[in-house]
């Protein structure tokens, strides 16, 4: 089994920056790849960024490349999202997400039926 927490949402305006943490515990941290999702009201559940199991593969959507950046510190346990240019249209739960093993190729960790296991989630809220 593996535990997420997330935690690093909150309210802030168009432009602002925030960095969401998502600390595992239960499995060796290596052993499994990280994913963001995020769901808005409404909407399905939608890819933001994956990591593979040692931090050297990435991989975004359009949407939020250039502005995401995903990481993970293996002696914290902990994968990071940090998100700067927020724009109102990244408001949404954010979800962390881990694939056990992390042996899938990183493009197919775009789909949430690859992940295994899941944190609660945190809000995130851009105003305009």
């Known amino acids: 089994q593996v535990q997420l927490v997330e935690s690093g949402g909150g309210s802030v305006q168009a432009g602002d920056s925030l960095r969401l943490s998502c600390a595992a515990s239960?499995?060796?941290?290596?052993?499994?790849?990280m994913g963001w999702f995020r769901q808005a009201p409404g909407k399905d559940r939608e890819f933001v960024a994956a990591?593979?199991?040692?931090?050297?593969?990435?991989y975004y959507p359009e949407s939020v490349r250039g502005r995401f950046t995903i990481s993970r510190d293996h002696a914290k346990n902990t994968v990071y999202l940090q998100m700067d240019s927020l724009e109102p249209e990244d408001t949404a739960v954010y979800y962390c997400?881990?694939?056990?093993?992390?042996?899938?190729?990183?493009?197919?960790?775009?789909?949430?039926?690859?992940?295994?296991?899941w944190g609660q989630g945190t809000q995130v809220s851009v105003s305009s």
């Open positions: 239960g499995r060796p941290f290596h052993s499994y790849a």
């Open positions: 990591i593979n199991w040692n931090g050297g593969k990435t």
């Open positions: 997400a881990a694939d056990f093993p992390g042996t899938l190729e990183i493009s197919r960790l775009t789909t949430s039926s690859e992940y295994d296991y």
